[in-house]
């Protein structure tokens, strides 16, 4: 019966939850931030790049953008645009 409900949790979380999809990287992109008047970018540092079970890819952002108002720590890659890595 334990083996059981280990390979139904497995099944469910898939391989997302082992981290073995998240890569480290050293990028820069920016952010627009629509605000009162007008529009302006804010740069920011991303340090790692993930992508779910779907094929969705997600960034995780180290500092906070100056108006910006980000829910969580993983960000959606097409959030940020002007991606500059260094090799």
């Not at 094929?55 to 969580?72: D, I, K, M, S, T």
């Not at 720590?73 to 645009?81: L, N």
């Amino acid at each position: 019966m334990k083996k059981l409900l280990l390979l139904g949790v497995f099944l469910v979380s898939g391989c997302a939850g082992f981290g073995g999809n998240m890569k480290t990287v050293d990028c820069e992109a920016k952010i627009k931030i629509h605000t009162w008047g007008g529009k302006q970018e804010e740069p920011v540092h991303v340090n790692a790049i993930r992508s779910d079970r779907f094929g969705r890819e997600f960034v995780r952002v180290q500092n906070r953008p100056g108006y910006a108002f980000l829910l969580g720590r993983w960000q959606p890659k097409d959030t940020f645009s002007d991606y500059t890595c260094k090799s």
